[in-house]
């Protein structure tokens, strides 16, 4: 048994406690003891059963672009995961963002960078939702990782799992919190209105009878990511994914699940020996600019390699990278049935 395994499971005990608060927290709000505020424009959230990363992101990403190519004007509301700051904060008011990263979290940022939109944070977000209605001229609302903010009314619910979760052989993960990576238990997906099996780059793969049969009575659609190819993180330069073939870089990355990534450049026949990984949200420092930059030259490599999100954590340090060639991959949600999952999500809202 694996070390972490080990530690998960000495944390088994807790796992009954938790399961029973989130219980009846939920059913405070199925009963409608607990309510969930409404505001004036449609809301679709976006959120998962686990922690770590289930490609809400990049969904997020997806659907903003969606509304906006539709004649809409959305807005993207996150709780700021990770930020410094407290409270409601307007990240963006149109294209723009007006604070910096440690401030508002990543994820919004790189929202952003894609989709030129008003955004916000706010830990509250019903109160942060009618402030940030009163501040810009959005008609819409998306909600990133909002599955267990039951205090706001949302439209279209969206629930997101990754295919690796699903069809793992290691039932710890299964398991909720503290032992496992669950927030909530499995028959939680009946508040969903659709579900996204997210496969990212794998190949797609049958699921066990025991999730086919949880899924049967719901909406749903499969997705991966594309490797659009790589952005130089100082000047936003593109390139394609043909032109770092082969080559020797040093690969880092701060996301949840890194091997994702690292299986993303394999398949791109990129070099993937050297690397260095940092823990999720991981809010980079001098110190760690200068273990990136003494690993580049004495292992005498071409390039830095990053994922997107990590590029606007590093961007800040552009000067201290002057004379190193740094890149992130740029990635795309597809899904194999794409025109009538973007049917079934604008139905909803309009």
Not at 64 to 81: A, D, E, I, Q
Not at 165 to 179: D, E, G, Q, V, Y
Not at 229 to 242: A, L, M, R
Request: glycine share 4%.
């Amino acid at each position: 048994m694996k070390s972490l395994d080990f530690l998960r499971f000495l944390m088994f005990p807790l796992t009954p406690f938790y399961g029973f608060i989130i219980r009846l927290r939920n059913y405070l709000f199925d009963k409608n003891i607990f309510k969930s505020g409404k505001v004036n424009v449609p809301v679709i959230s976006i959120g998962n059963l686990t922690i770590g990363g289930s490609g809400k992101t990049p969904t997020t990403i997806y659907l903003t672009n969606l509304l906006k190519n539709n004649g809409f004007k959305p807005g993207v509301l996150s709780r700021g995961y990770g930020r410094k700051s407290k409270g409601y904060l307007l990240v963006a008011n149109n294209r723009n963002s007006l604070n910096d990263v440690e401030e508002c979290g990543d994820e919004i940022l790189q929202t952003i960078a894609e989709c030129k939109v008003p955004a916000a944070v706010s830990e509250n977000r019903v109160r942060g939702a009618n402030k940030f209605l009163s501040e810009t001229k959005i008609d819409s609302i998306i909600l990133d990782d909002a599955f267990q903010h039951r205090w706001i009314h949302r439209d279209l619910d969206i629930l997101l799992f990754e295919q690796r979760l699903l069809i793992a052989k290691n039932k710890l993960r299964r398991m909720l919190l503290p032992t496992g990576n669950m927030r909530e238990h499995f028959d939680s997906t009946k508040r969903a209105d659709v579900i996204i099996l997210n496969r990212k780059f794998s190949s797609k793969e049958e699921l066990p009878a025991e999730f086919e049969q949880l899924f049967a009575d719901k909406k749903v659609f499969t997705a991966y990511y594309e490797s659009v190819g790589f952005v130089d993180v100082k000047t936003h330069s593109f390139y394609k994914p043909e032109e770092f073939v082969g080559q020797k870089s040093l690969v880092i990355s701060g996301i949840a699940n890194p091997v994702s990534f690292l299986n993303a450049l394999k398949k791109m026949n990129v070099e993937t020996a050297n690397h260095l990984i940092f823990r999720d949200h991981k809010f980079y420092t001098k110190d760690d600019i200068q273990k990136i930059r003494k690993s580049f030259y004495d292992l005498n490599t071409h390039s830095v390699i990053t994922t997107q999100k990590d590029a606007v954590r590093l961007y800040p340090f552009s000067k201290e990278f002057d004379d190193v060639d740094i890149y992130y991959l740029k990635i795309e949600l597809k899904f194999d049935r794409q025109k009538e999952f973007d049917e079934f999500v604008l139905k909803c809202i309009k």
